[in-house]
């Protein structure tokens, strides 16, 4: 077993790190306050080559593999937690389409995707069905060359932002459940389509917002696979996405236990260091190795995927753990900081915030512990 990076995901690691601590960190409350990721700062990631590493030649990517994504979204999101979600629906939404969409269609958007002149987002979260993820009422149906949408979707990140989007409708009987969900890729500013955006506690560069579909007219050939297939493709896409939601996590979680450790060595308090003092130091131990297992398990997931492996469980059990774990280290390290870290003045406050969403996003932590179970209690049957 080599827990190492490859010198290839070192170099683009190295990449990533530089403009992470060069071109985001410095901005991470700006980019809160304007509430966007400007597109010229994705176009920058694009150039560098730093958006779907693991997609083909073709598409403009680096034929890399899953882990290697991972290396990247990790790096992104020390500099900023929220402009790694460029990279996240990139891969999520980008391997959808590479893998399901017709061939031109797949040609002409995944280019730009990845040169960051296009982004992506995600529409399967309804009002009456956050977790209940197959109850969907968003109706597509078939008129001639075209199927035409009608309905609602919530809580989409970029709702305001984005310029496509792959949205999963029901194109048969609500009692298929599941089998009757087909996935399309939707232009955004098509007639018909309004968008909303949230006032929300965090990720604010983000933002999430609701998308109402007004019988929009999305041609045919913009269904993604099969009809009655899309519910299947995007939980296979998930068990990719969730492992790189660890790492984003995780990647906030380290760099404020590196703040948190550096600051109790400098700061002095009764006489010495406040890292004297055992009360600190367990604390922090303890998160740290919490943080460094998660981490493997994620890059255990990737691994897993790039090698064609089960990894549905393991990727449900970084996406309830690491968001959960990276908002205690967050908030621990804020605390820590004592009234200073209570200030805007340091990004603790913030990335409390930011890191809470995903403990919602991707699926809840109850429902990727019923999927463990789920797996666990199959596995023990046979």
Sequence with gaps: MDFSFTPEQEQIRDTALRFAQAELAPKYAERERLAAVSPELRKAMGELGL?????????????????TAGVVIEAIAEGDFNVAYVQLLASLCGQIVAEHAHPDLAAEILPKVLAGETLFAIALTEPQGGSDAANLRLKARRDGDHYVLSGEKTSISWA???????????????????????????????PGLTRTRFSDLGEHAIGRGSLFFDDVRVPAANMLGREGGGFVQVMQGFDFSRALIGLQCLSVARICLDETWKYIGERQAFGGPLSRNQGLTFLLAELDAQVRAVRLLCYQTLWAKTNHKPHTAEAAMVKWWAPKLAFEVVHRCLLVHGHAGYSTELPFEQRLRDVLGLQIGDGTAEIMKMIVARQALAQAKS
């Design 51 to 67: 958006i779907g590493v693991e997609f083909p030649e073709k598409f403009g990517g680096m034929g890399l593999d899953h882990v």
């Design 160 to 190: 305001d932002q984005a310029d496509w989007c792959v949205v999963f409708a029901r194109t048969g009987t609500q009692e298929q459940g599941a089998h009757g969900i087909s996935a399309f890729l939707v232009d955004l500013t098509l």
